[in-house]
């Protein structure tokens, strides 16, 4: 009897998920209807966690083209990956240019990491360095590793090993696990007073709770 009852309980399980997503798809289709660039974005996004990747980028492309940020952002992803479109580095430069101009700290290092790439565009670390910042200044965490790279590397920018700690200090209080592993990779070039200083200044931003910070 039980052996029976569980495929049974399965599919009601299934035909409940199913309605549900239905019900959401059409509450958010009402809502985009009347030029609701969020609605557009979540629609897009239920879609894709449906794993349906041509209608989550029809979706993300009318949000995005509405404006939103966060929709430029994935639908330049989407473009990056092949999702639901054909693969196109150029409109994903493009979709996330967009982004990054509206402080998208997402956009800004996918920018990032296409300029260290060099994926169908010339390499630029000091283009790579130069958005990593922006997006490490609004609490982006693989940025802010990625920065501190640059910096440990001298690569775009003049090599500087206090920064890289405290880019990567940042990054351990936010809880990175793989900036607890930078961190020990970084800290023996330093003095204790360059330890300590790196600390407090990481500390100090943390507590602001600005999530930004000026300078080099």
Not at 54 to 63: R, V
Not at 140 to 145: C, L, N, T
Not at 186 to 200: K, M, N, S, W
């Amino acid at each position: 009897m039980t052996d029976c009852i569980k495929p049974l309980l399965l599919c009601l399980a299934l035909a409940l998920a199913v309605d549900v997503f239905a019900q959401n798809v059409d509450e958010l289709k009402a809502r985009a209807a009347t030029g609701d660039k969020i609605a557009m974005r979540e629609l897009a996004e239920t879609y894709f966690g449906n794993q349906d990747y041509a209608q989550a980028a029809q979706w993300y492309a009318k949000a995005a083209k509405a404006g939103d940020r966060k929709a430029q952002t994935s639908l330049g992803l989407m473009y990056a990956r092949g999702y639901g479109v054909e693969k196109d580095i150029g409109r994903a430069y493009k979709w996330w240019s967009f982004a990054a101009a509206q402080n998208d700290p997402g956009a800004q290092y996918d920018l990032g990491n296409l300029y260290f790439s060099g994926e169908g565009i010339k390499q630029d670390y000091a283009q790579a360095a130069h958005w990593y910042r922006e997006a490490a200044q609004r609490g982006h965490i693989q940025a802010q590793e990625n920065l501190a790279m640059l910096y440990f590397d001298g690569k775009g920018v003049e090599k500087n090993i206090p920064q890289a700690y405290y880019l990567t200090k940042l990054a351990v209080l936010q809880g990175s696990d793989d900036a607890t592993e930078l961190l020990k990779k970084i800290a023996p070039y330093l003095t204790a007073e360059q330890i300590q200083e790196g600390d407090a200044k990481a500390d100090d931003w943390l507590k602001s709770g600005k999530k930004i910070w000026r300078g080099e």
